[in-house]
Structure formats: structure tokens, C-alpha cells
């Protein structure tokens, strides 16, 4: 039985609020599963649990923001029975910050619970009738001023400033085509905001926009049984807990992803004009969402690098990511890219191929589903899902396809990774 | 040597950004060619605000004596002591400086640095030797010097900049000052302060143009009170060396004749050599993370234009630093406080009444003077008011305007006000000491709503 509380994860993190809780009273947690999705003042990112056992109590609820190492949760033993009946529905032990927008709802609450805002933020929220325990603050150490209520939209019920909304991995891209006039926006209003490009968006807006307007994409799907990769996983972390290693789910995908596409040249290529260049080394590239966007940092020559090599390369990576310290070179020269989306609760999705690289691969989550077992019984299994995206100047469908069997096959029976 | 920063320039920008990355944990070398603590510390705000000290202390004693109840047969000064004891807060405070830079393990070099190439610099010593330096990131905080006048160059001893007036060695008996902006202002008080025939020229409509226009207004009648000749609205045609000094002819036809010439019309920039920077109106233009055109090249400091000011300096400096060490996203300067340490002395913060209406905000005013003030009254100073702009409807403090003894310490509660995004509120829920000037602070908040106790 374990007490969760806020933890530290950036270096000037102070305080966190916990956007999404991903399980609820009651359900089982193991270590090293995702627990809640929390944002510090960098980025939203997942808390992993490092215990195992039962989510018995909640402590605070979504949109509240709390200081590190404030309890949050606890996790109790498997036998252990939740305090309440009805787990799911249990009213919860701290009230909640969702209160309406009155004068009495800005007035800064003691202890955890306390929004901190500016008094003229908290004025100008009580006339527009802004929710301050929604808005997220850009002033110092969080707190909430002026231009934040500003920018918050009083009718939304998840009003929030704009540059710590949770990034999607993969760029939305405008939809616009060559002939026909964007429809004129609608008439800007008073609460609206108008939020100029920063230099990463400018660069997302015009290359996902050429990709997805020169190549021509073509899509593929399949459903993998992700069960014997998730037992690998919880044995390997169980062996090499002594030495600190720990491989999240997306350390495996990326091992596999390198394993087939070593298995499949063709598919680690680029269109180049009157030729097609078959890339020597697989440089991985995978995508992480940041403050304002994303990058692809790449895990070079991935193809002889351990498990362990590429889970800290990637960890390394991303980290510096998140703290705007990727030097170019880390970010540019990947020959492929895998997004993930499964910790953000997407089942399967399509990215936008990164150019000039022919492929991207669409990671969702690990779902439990009812399979067919090799018994023809139907049994609960684990599922995820496999999207390619593919540029069919250099990719043909049959080539996809069996990139994609072979990647199964490496998700399925993880031991054809050592050979 | 390779460091993980380098700045060139030793000034409130350098030193302050220098020590902010050591703290950080960076290797960090400061390029200094005159004297570490820049224009501020040995030209600039200490030195001046010593001799100013001097010069209240003998005015009170020869203007106001009687008033006080002393009595002096034969009261005199020492000119070169005056200069000396500035110079030895000088000194002292430069010796501070290279001393944070040892405690600090900052790598103190002075000499010219000039840039090779973007990523290594020359620094020649004094004695002619050449070192060469590479780093990671450089900080340009070169800062600026007195703008001269085309036509007549500063010699150091008829005409000269403010770094030259304030060790001149015999006091000028008459003296020309061109420019009324805060550097021209206070020369004006000092050397009128003890007996120079002092004629005050700015070709813009009043004194201390950037301030609210009642402040200049009052300020302006005080020093034609006391003897100073203040010419606003009066462009200058042509300036001369004459046997005597210089003489000045005005557009207005008049001619004006002094031993001395100073000239406060402004600054320049100066330029760190041997890299091509891209300039916005003569400055280094910088992004949102004080970045220049060339990568790993940030500059701050005055040479990233105006403000010109060591507090605004040394804050972008810290801002910068941080932004490339510590994963900060840097910010530009917003709000700042301005100050003039003349007496009166002037202090403001935020928007001028005329910049509000301007802007087409709606505001009240609330204005206290420091004549209903019973500390003011107490010490003898009287003179002055505190100005607060207030927005409506919501009550934000837009602008403080404070002249009057002390100002320039009142001041710092609304910058903290405005920061906070503080309201009228607060400042009437604050409980201000008595008796202090700061009561007047209150007591202005007070008056936009009818709730000041003393007037």
C-alpha cells in the first residue's frame, strides 16, 4: 500500500495539475502503467505508477493543481476492498476546484486548493465569468494574470491558455486545396485570441503541408495481439529492476519497428526525383510533443543499438526535447518515423509522412479486447494497433504490407528480435 | 580558452549576465576594456549620485541654513575633493565587482575583444598582447557613449560628455548643458548647486520629456526658481569655440556664452567589431530570446537600444543568461521604472497621463501633494506630489508619477504594484507607516476615489 504524490518531473517544476486521470477507484495498476496524464509548467506528461496493487482513493480531481510531493492517490493491495462501495462515484475526500464563475469562486481558497491569481485576474474573471481553477497562469510561478483570463474563453469548460494545451504528436494540417478559396473565418470577437506563429509552428504548418499536398499517402492498418510483447516487457523489467532499467511499451515497438524494417530495406528510402535512395543506416526518427509543438529527435544507426541503448537514447532525447536543448543534427537525417499516440488514449490514427522520408508508423494504445486464441476460444487479449503511412512513389502496397507482417510477427513472438 | 559563455562588455548587462551563468554552473570569461561595473559604475548613475548627494547637502546648507537654524561665518568647498570622493565610490565599487568575479571563478579579461569569426574572439591586454578566446554562446553587452555633436567634438575640457563633466578640474563658472533628458537634468542641479551659471537647453517643449507633463512642469518651475536658466521649445543653429569657451546661437536669434559645453543629447552605440550583426536603428536587433542574426550571438544591455537604463540592463542580461542556461523562456522588458536624482527628485513607473489617453484607456487620477504630508513637512520637504493613473473599471495601477524628495525610493512599491497586477484595492488595504513619504502613495490612491483622509 503506497501513497502517490506529485511528482517532480522537470527541473523547475513546482507544482503540477493533474489534467486526466487514466484509471479509476478500483482498477488494478502495475508498475510502470500510466496512472494520470499531469502538466508541470513545461508540458503535459505521464505519470507512471511504481507500484502494484489497486487504485483505492483519489485524492484530487482533474484540473486541480497541486505542489510536489502533495499526496494524490493511493494504491493499495490487490485484496485490499476500496473504502466505498461504489468506488467510481465516490464523492471525493478535497473538493473538487470546479466552482462556478461567481465572485466567491476567484477568491484564492487556503492550502492546495488555492488558484493563484493576480487581483486584477481575478476582477476581470468575475466579470467575464472565466473559471479561474481552469485557466493556467503564465506569470510568475504559475500564477494566473491578466492577459490569461484574457485569452480564456469564458464559455468553455476547458478554458486554457494556449501554449500548455497538450500538443498533439502529429500537426494538424489545414485542409486547403488549390482551387478553391479557404472559407473566410467567422467574425473575430471580443474573447477571441489571435496567437501568432512561433518559428516550430511556422516549420510544422509548411512541411506538413507539402507532405500531405506532394506525396501521395496511402494508408494501412493492422491489429496486432500485444499480449506476448507486454509479457516481455513486465519480465524484463521484473529481471533488470536491480539494475534500474525499465523499458516503457514504446522502447519495445521502436526495438521491433527497427527489427522489421532491418528485414525490409525498401521501406527505409526516400523519393528522390529520378531515383530512389535505399538508406544504409535506419535512423529512427520518433515524434515527441513539446510546449507549442513537436519534434522528431533520431536515434541514429538504431539498427546496432541493445533495447537498452535505444530506450535511453530515446529517454535522453526526448527529455531535452521538452527542455528546447536538441541540437539540430539530433533532430534532422531520420530515414523513418514512429508516432505514438496509445499514451494519449487513441485507439489508431494516420500521421503525415515527415519528407523526404517515405514512411511514418501510427502507434495506438494497448487495449484489452476479446481475441480468438489459437484454441478458436475467446479469451481477453491485448490489442494495439498498427498504422502505416506510406509514400506510394517508393512504397507499392505489397511492400507495406509485408513490412507491416514482419513487424507483427516481432510484436507477436518478441524472441525473433534476437535472431 | 574555451568557455561555456564569453561577454564582451563588464557593464550592469555583462557582469550582472556573467555572474548569472556562473551561478549556473557555466564556465563564463567577461571581456572588459575599461573598467569592470561599466558606464554605470564609473561614469554614469554611482558617480553622479555622489556628487549629487554633495550638491544637496550645500545647497540646503547655503539656501536654507536659516531656516534649519545654522549659522556659518565662512562656508566653503573643496572642488577636488568633491570630484575625489566620487571617485572613490567609483573605485571601491569596481573593486566590488572583480571581486564577485573571482569569488565567482569568472574569468575577468581585460582588453579590446574584437569577434574573428562567430565562434572565436581576439582579446589585445593593454600591453599590445593578444589572447584568443572560443566559446559555446557570447553575450554582447557593449553598451553605448555620449552621442557627440557633428560639428564640435567633445576635447574633455570645453566640450565635453557627461564622463568628462563630472571630473572636471576646476569648476566651470558658467556652463552650457544641451539635452534636458535625466543626464542633462541632473548636471543642471550640481553644478548650479554650487555657483556655476548654468543655461539648460532642450529643443523638445519641456524638461525630462519622457515623464508625465505635470512633473516636468513643476520640475521646470523649481530650477528657474533656483536660478537656472531653462530654455524648452529652443532648437540650437550652431555652436562655436570661442576665446572664452563656446558660444551657442539659437534659433530664436539669441546667442548664449559659457566656459563649458555639455552635451546630453543622447547615446551611440558601440559596436563589437568583427561581426555583422543585423541593426535596427543603429542597435543590435534582438528576438524574444535577446538572440541576434548570428547563432549562439545574444546581446543586451543598452546596445540593444532603448530603455537605456543599468536596472533594465542588468535584468536582460539575467533573462538572456537564463534563457540559454537554464531552460527559461526569456522575457522583454515591459514595465520599468525611470528615474531622475535631481532635487526634486523624479521617479515614475508605467504609463504617462498622456500616454493613457493616448492608448484611449479609460483611467482616474488620484494625486496627492506631498505639502499635506506631515513626514514631508517634518524634514523640511515639502515640494512635490504623487501621481497614480488608475484604470477603470477594474482599478489597475497604470502609471505612478512621483516627484519630491525621495522619490526615486517610493517608487519601487508600484513597480511591485504593477507586476502584481496589484489594484487601487490593494493599495488602500496596505497599511503605509507613519510618518512616512510613502503615506502620500496612499493617500494619492485615496484621492481618484474620494477616500484620501488629508486633503
Redesign the interface.
Given at each position: 500500500m503506497a501513497e502517490i504524490t506529485m511528482p517532480k518531473l522537470s527541473d523547475t517544476m513546482t507544482e503540477g495539475t493533474l489534467v486526466k486521470w487514466k484509471k479509476k477507484v478500483g482498477d488494478r495498476v502495475e508498475s510502470g502503467e500510466v496512472i494520470a496524464e499531469v502538466e508541470t509548467d513545461k508540458a503535459t506528461m505521464e505519470m507512471e505508477s511504481f507500484e502494484d496493487g489497486v487504485l483505492t482513493e483519489i485524492y484530487i480531481q482533474e484540473g486541480q493543481k497541486v505542489e510536489i510531493g502533495q499526496r494524490i492517490a493511493r494504491i493499495g493491495d490487490a485484496g485490499e476492498t476500496p473504502p466505498s462501495a461504489a468506488p467510481a462515484t465516490k464523492a471525493p475526500t478535497s473538493a473538487p476546484v470546479t466552482p462556478a464563475p461567481t465572485a466567491e469562486s476567484s477568491r484564492p481558497a487556503s492550502g492546495a486548493n488555492r488558484v493563484k491569481a493576480s487581483p486584477l485576474a481575478k476582477k476581470i474573471a468575475v466579470q467575464r465569468g472565466v473559471d479561474l481553477g481552469k485557466v493556467t497562469g503564465s506569470g510568475p510561478g504559475g500564477r494566473i494574470v491578466q492577459r490569461d483570463v484574457l485569452n480564456a474563453n469564458p464559455s468553455s469548460p476547458t478554458a486554457a491558455s494556449p501554449r500548455t494545451a497538450p500538443a498533439p504528436m502529429t500537426a494538424p494540417v489545414p485542409a486547403a486545396s488549390g482551387d478553391t478559396p479557404p472559407s473566410s473565418p467567422p467574425t473575430a470577437t471580443h474573447g477571441d485570441k489571435r496567437i501568432l506563429l512561433t518559428g516550430m509552428r511556422r516549420t510544422i504548418a509548411a512541411r506538413l503541408l507539402a507532405s500531405k499536398t506532394q506525396i501521395p499517402h496511402f494508408y494501412l492498418h493492422i491489429e496486432v495481439n500485444a499480449g506476448p510483447m507486454m509479457r516481455v516487457r513486465a519480465e524484463l523489467n521484473s529481471a533488470l529492476e536491480s539494475d534500474g532499467i525499465k523499458f516503457s511499451v514504446n522502447d519495445l515497438i521502436l526495438k521491433a519497428t527497427v527489427a522489421a524494417v532491418s528485414r525490409h530495406p525498401k521501406v527505409n528510402a526516400s523519393f528522390d526525383g529520378d531515383a530512389v535512395i535505399e538508406y544504409e543506416k535506419i535512423n529512427l526518427a520518433v515524434a515527441v510533443a513539446v510546449e507549442d509543438g513537436l519534434v522528431t529527435p533520431v536515434i541514429r544507426d538504431a539498427r546496432s543499438k541493445s533495447l537498452t541503448e535505444i530506450s535511453a537514447a530515446i529517454k535522453d532525447l526526448a527529455a531535452r526535447a521538452r527542455s528546447k536543448k536538441l541540437k539540430p543534427e539530433e533532430f534532422q537525417g531520420g530515414t523513418l518515423t514512429v508516432s505514438n499516440l496509445g499514451g494519449y488514449g487513441i485507439d489508431h490514427f494516420d500521421a503525415i509522412i515527415n519528407p523526404p522520408q517515405s514512411i511514418i508508423l501510427s502507434i495506438g494504445r494497448v487495449m484489452k479486447k476479446p481475441i480468438v486464441n489459437e484454441r478458436d476460444e475467446v479469451v481477453a487479449g491485448e490489442c494495439l494497433n498498427l498504422g502505416l503511412s506510406c509514400d506510394h512513389r517508393v512504397v507499392d502496397g505489397a511492400i507495406g504490407a509485408a513490412f507491416l507482417g514482419t513487424l507483427r510477427r516481432m510484436i507477436e513472438c518478441p524472441a525473433a528480435m534476437l535472431a | 580558452m574555451h568557455y561555456d559563455l564569453l561577454v564582451i562588455g563588464g557593464g550592469p548587462a555583462g557582469y550582472v549576465g556573467a555572474i548569472r551563468a556562473a551561478q549556473l554552473g557555466k564556465k563564463v570569461g567577461c571581456v572588459e576594456m575599461d573598467r569592470a561595473g561599466g558606464t554605470c559604475l564609473n561614469w554614469g548613475c554611482i558617480p553622479t549620485k555622489s556628487l549629487l548627494r554633495n550638491a544637496e547637502l550645500y545647497h540646503l546648507l547655503t539656501h536654507r541654513a536659516a531656516e534649519f537654524g545654522f549659522k556659518f561665518n565662512d562656508l566653503s568647498f573643496d572642488w577636488e575633493k568633491i570630484i575625489g570622493r566620487s571617485r572613490t565610490v567609483s573605485q571601491k565599487l569596481a573593486g566590488g565587482i572583480e571581486f564577485l568575479f573571482k569569488k565567482n571563478k569568472i574569468d575577468y579579461l581585460v582588453g579590446e575583444g574584437v569577434f574573428n569569426d562567430e565562434k572565436t574572439v581576439t582579446v589585445t591586454k593593454r600591453d599590445g598582447k593578444t589572447e584568443l578566446h572560443t566559446a559555446d554562446k557570447f553575450l554582447v553587452a557593449t553598451g553605448t557613449v555620449t552621442r557627440q555633436l557633428p560639428d564640435l567634438p567633445i576635447d574633455g575640457e570645453i566640450v565635453v560628455g557627461s564622463k568628462q563633466a563630472m571630473v572636471l578640474k576646476k569648476q566651470p563658472k558658467s556652463i552650457i548643458i544641451l539635452g534636458a533628458g535625466a543626464i542633462g537634468v541632473e548636471f543642471a542641479y550640481f553644478f548650479n548647486a554650487f555657483g556655476t551659471k548654468v543655461t539648460l537647453i532642450e529643443m523638445l517643449p519641456r524638461i525630462l520629456p519622457v515623464e508625465d507633463e505635470e512633473v516636468s512642469a513643476v520640475l521646470e518651475r523649481s530650477y528657474k526658481k533656483s536660478g537656472i536658466d531653462v530654455r524648452t521649445g529652443t532648437k540650437v543653429v550652431s555652436q562655436k569655440l570661442s576665446t572664452t569657451g563656446v558660444e551657442v546661437k539659437l534659433e530664436n536669434g539669441d546667442s548664449v556664452a559659457a566656459e563649458v559645453l555639455l552635451v546630453a543629447i543622447g547615446v551611440s552605440p558601440v559596436l563589437p567589431k568583427g561581426l555583422k550583426l543585423e541593426l535596427e536603428r543603429g542597435y543590435i536587433k534582438t528576438g524574444p530570446r535577446y538572440e541576434t542574426n548570428i547563432p549562439n550571438v545574444y546581446a543586451a544591455g543598452d546596445i540593444i537600444g532603448p530603455p537605456w537604463l543599468a536596472h533594465v540592463a542588468s535584468w536582460e542580461a539575467i533573462q538572456a543568461v537564463e534563457g540559454m542556461f537554464?531552460?527559461?523562456t526569456p522575457k522583454k522588458i515591459e514595465v520599468f521604472p525611470g528615474c531622475t536624482y535631481c532635487q526634486p527628485q523624479v521617479a515614475s513607473v508605467g504609463l504617462t497621463e498622456r500616454a493613457a489617453k493616448e492608448k484611449g484607456l479609460k483611467y482616474k487620477i488620484g494625486k496627492f501633494p506631498f505639502s499635506a504630508s506631515g513626514k514631508a513637512l517634518a524634514v523640511g520637504e515639502s515640494d512635490g506630489f504623487v501621481k497614480l493613473i488608475i484604470g477603470e473599471p477594474?482599478?489597475?495601477i497604470l502609471g505612478a508619477h512621483i516627484i519630491g524628495a525621495e522619490a526615486t525610493e517610493l517608487i519601487a512599491e508600484l513597480g511591485l504594484a504593477i507586476t502584481?497586477?496589484?489594484?487601487h484595492?490593494?493599495i488602500e488595504a496596505t497599511i503605509h507607516a507613519h510618518p512616512t513619504m510613502s503615506e502620500a502613495v496612499h493617500e494619492a490612491n485615496g484621492a481618484a476615489f474620494g477616500t484620501a483622509i488629508h486633503i
Amino acid at each position: 500500500m503506497a501513497e502517490i504524490t506529485m511528482p517532480k518531473l522537470s527541473d523547475t517544476m513546482t507544482e503540477g495539475t493533474l489534467v486526466k486521470w487514466k484509471k479509476k477507484v478500483g482498477d488494478r495498476v502495475e508498475s510502470g502503467e500510466v496512472i494520470a496524464e499531469v502538466e508541470t509548467d513545461k508540458a503535459t506528461m505521464e505519470m507512471e505508477s511504481f507500484e502494484d496493487g489497486v487504485l483505492t482513493e483519489i485524492y484530487i480531481q482533474e484540473g486541480q493543481k497541486v505542489e510536489i510531493g502533495q499526496r494524490i492517490a493511493r494504491i493499495g493491495d490487490a485484496g485490499e476492498t476500496p473504502p466505498s462501495a461504489a468506488p467510481a462515484t465516490k464523492a471525493p475526500t478535497s473538493a473538487p476546484v470546479t466552482p462556478a464563475p461567481t465572485a466567491e469562486s476567484s477568491r484564492p481558497a487556503s492550502g492546495a486548493n488555492r488558484v493563484k491569481a493576480s487581483p486584477l485576474a481575478k476582477k476581470i474573471a468575475v466579470q467575464r465569468g472565466v473559471d479561474l481553477g481552469k485557466v493556467t497562469g503564465s506569470g510568475p510561478g504559475g500564477r494566473i494574470v491578466q492577459r490569461d483570463v484574457l485569452n480564456a474563453n469564458p464559455s468553455s469548460p476547458t478554458a486554457a491558455s494556449p501554449r500548455t494545451a497538450p500538443a498533439p504528436m502529429t500537426a494538424p494540417v489545414p485542409a486547403a486545396s488549390g482551387d478553391t478559396p479557404p472559407s473566410s473565418p467567422p467574425t473575430a470577437t471580443h474573447g477571441d485570441k489571435r496567437i501568432l506563429l512561433t518559428g516550430m509552428r511556422r516549420t510544422i504548418a509548411a512541411r506538413l503541408l507539402a507532405s500531405k499536398t506532394q506525396i501521395p499517402h496511402f494508408y494501412l492498418h493492422i491489429e496486432v495481439n500485444a499480449g506476448p510483447m507486454m509479457r516481455v516487457r513486465a519480465e524484463l523489467n521484473s529481471a533488470l529492476e536491480s539494475d534500474g532499467i525499465k523499458f516503457s511499451v514504446n522502447d519495445l515497438i521502436l526495438k521491433a519497428t527497427v527489427a522489421a524494417v532491418s528485414r525490409h530495406p525498401k521501406v527505409n528510402a526516400s523519393f528522390d526525383g529520378d531515383a530512389v535512395i535505399e538508406y544504409e543506416k535506419i535512423n529512427l526518427a520518433v515524434a515527441v510533443a513539446v510546449e507549442d509543438g513537436l519534434v522528431t529527435p533520431v536515434i541514429r544507426d538504431a539498427r546496432s543499438k541493445s533495447l537498452t541503448e535505444i530506450s535511453a537514447a530515446i529517454k535522453d532525447l526526448a527529455a531535452r526535447a521538452r527542455s528546447k536543448k536538441l541540437k539540430p543534427e539530433e533532430f534532422q537525417g531520420g530515414t523513418l518515423t514512429v508516432s505514438n499516440l496509445g499514451g494519449y488514449g487513441i485507439d489508431h490514427f494516420d500521421a503525415i509522412i515527415n519528407p523526404p522520408q517515405s514512411i511514418i508508423l501510427s502507434i495506438g494504445r494497448v487495449m484489452k479486447k476479446p481475441i480468438v486464441n489459437e484454441r478458436d476460444e475467446v479469451v481477453a487479449g491485448e490489442c494495439l494497433n498498427l498504422g502505416l503511412s506510406c509514400d506510394h512513389r517508393v512504397v507499392d502496397g505489397a511492400i507495406g504490407a509485408a513490412f507491416l507482417g514482419t513487424l507483427r510477427r516481432m510484436i507477436e513472438c518478441p524472441a525473433a528480435m534476437l535472431a | 580558452m574555451h568557455y561555456d559563455l564569453l561577454v564582451i562588455g563588464g557593464g550592469p548587462a555583462g557582469y550582472v549576465g556573467a555572474i548569472r551563468a556562473a551561478q549556473l554552473g557555466k564556465k563564463v570569461g567577461c571581456v572588459e576594456m575599461d573598467r569592470a561595473g561599466g558606464t554605470c559604475l564609473n561614469w554614469g548613475c554611482i558617480p553622479t549620485k555622489s556628487l549629487l548627494r554633495n550638491a544637496e547637502l550645500y545647497h540646503l546648507l547655503t539656501h536654507r541654513a536659516a531656516e534649519f537654524g545654522f549659522k556659518f561665518n565662512d562656508l566653503s568647498f573643496d572642488w577636488e575633493k568633491i570630484i575625489g570622493r566620487s571617485r572613490t565610490v567609483s573605485q571601491k565599487l569596481a573593486g566590488g565587482i572583480e571581486f564577485l568575479f573571482k569569488k565567482n571563478k569568472i574569468d575577468y579579461l581585460v582588453g579590446e575583444g574584437v569577434f574573428n569569426d562567430e565562434k572565436t574572439v581576439t582579446v589585445t591586454k593593454r600591453d599590445g598582447k593578444t589572447e584568443l578566446h572560443t566559446a559555446d554562446k557570447f553575450l554582447v553587452a557593449t553598451g553605448t557613449v555620449t552621442r557627440q555633436l557633428p560639428d564640435l567634438p567633445i576635447d574633455g575640457e570645453i566640450v565635453v560628455g557627461s564622463k568628462q563633466a563630472m571630473v572636471l578640474k576646476k569648476q566651470p563658472k558658467s556652463i552650457i548643458i544641451l539635452g534636458a533628458g535625466a543626464i542633462g537634468v541632473e548636471f543642471a542641479y550640481f553644478f548650479n548647486a554650487f555657483g556655476t551659471k548654468v543655461t539648460l537647453i532642450e529643443m523638445l517643449p519641456r524638461i525630462l520629456p519622457v515623464e508625465d507633463e505635470e512633473v516636468s512642469a513643476v520640475l521646470e518651475r523649481s530650477y528657474k526658481k533656483s536660478g537656472i536658466d531653462v530654455r524648452t521649445g529652443t532648437k540650437v543653429v550652431s555652436q562655436k569655440l570661442s576665446t572664452t569657451g563656446v558660444e551657442v546661437k539659437l534659433e530664436n536669434g539669441d546667442s548664449v556664452a559659457a566656459e563649458v559645453l555639455l552635451v546630453a543629447i543622447g547615446v551611440s552605440p558601440v559596436l563589437p567589431k568583427g561581426l555583422k550583426l543585423e541593426l535596427e536603428r543603429g542597435y543590435i536587433k534582438t528576438g524574444p530570446r535577446y538572440e541576434t542574426n548570428i547563432p549562439n550571438v545574444y546581446a543586451a544591455g543598452d546596445i540593444i537600444g532603448p530603455p537605456w537604463l543599468a536596472h533594465v540592463a542588468s535584468w536582460e542580461a539575467i533573462q538572456a543568461v537564463e534563457g540559454m542556461f537554464a531552460g527559461h523562456t526569456p522575457k522583454k522588458i515591459e514595465v520599468f521604472p525611470g528615474c531622475t536624482y535631481c532635487q526634486p527628485q523624479v521617479a515614475s513607473v508605467g504609463l504617462t497621463e498622456r500616454a493613457a489617453k493616448e492608448k484611449g484607456l479609460k483611467y482616474k487620477i488620484g494625486k496627492f501633494p506631498f505639502s499635506a504630508s506631515g513626514k514631508a513637512l517634518a524634514v523640511g520637504e515639502s515640494d512635490g506630489f504623487v501621481k497614480l493613473i488608475i484604470g477603470e473599471p477594474n482599478g489597475e495601477i497604470l502609471g505612478a508619477h512621483i516627484i519630491g524628495a525621495e522619490a526615486t525610493e517610493l517608487i519601487a512599491e508600484l513597480g511591485l504594484a504593477i507586476t502584481l497586477e496589484a489594484t487601487h484595492e490593494e493599495i488602500e488595504a496596505t497599511i503605509h507607516a507613519h510618518p512616512t513619504m510613502s503615506e502620500a502613495v496612499h493617500e494619492a490612491n485615496g484621492a481618484a476615489f474620494g477616500t484620501a483622509i488629508h486633503i
